[in-house]
Nanobody, 131 residues
Framework: QVQLVEVGGGSVQPGGSLILACAAS????????MGWFRQAPGTEREEVAS????????YYLDSIKERFSISRDIAKNMIYLQMNNLKTEDSGMYYC????????????????????????WGQGTQVTVSS
């Protein structure tokens, strides 16, 4: 079972930027779907971005795709979420997720694969956007 650790959350004003990072335990997961979910108090967890770790293909939730960018560093077994022009509604706990094996070969297939099956989760990191 892969271990995931997120870092990089914090507080920022509207319009600001943050980058989240997620480190996976010490293997190179070429056949993995990885992604970021978020959950605000009183709401359901929603997936914001996904990436096929080996292929590099990505997919985004429509409401954030012009502002967020997911990427990966194969050598470091890490994924990142660059968040720009943050809005108050982006506040919440952000979770890294991984599904290994991927059972998918593209970012969009990973997006849906991460919502089903055996998914590993990080502990989460808090993002607060407030003036």
């Amino acid at each position: 079972q892969v271990q995931l650790v997120e870092v990089g959350g914090g507080s920022v004003q509207p319009g600001g930027s943050l980058i989240l990072a997620c480190a996976a335990s010490d293997r190179t997961y070429s056949d993995a779907c990885m992604g970021w979910f978020r959950q605000a108090p009183g709401t359901e967890r929603e997936e914001v971005a996904s990436i096929h770790f080996g292929v590099g293909s990505t997919y985004y939730l429509d409401s954030i795709k012009e502002r967020f960018s997911i990427s990966r560093d194969i050598a470091k077994n890490m994924i990142y979420l660059q968040m720009n022009n943050l809005k108050t509604e982006d506040s919440g706990m952000y979770y890294c997720a991984a599904r290994i094996p991927a059972m998918a070969r593209s970012g969009v297939a990973c997006y849906f694969a991460l919502q089903t099956g055996d998914v590993n989760w990080g502990q989460g990191t808090q993002v607060t956007v407030s003036s």
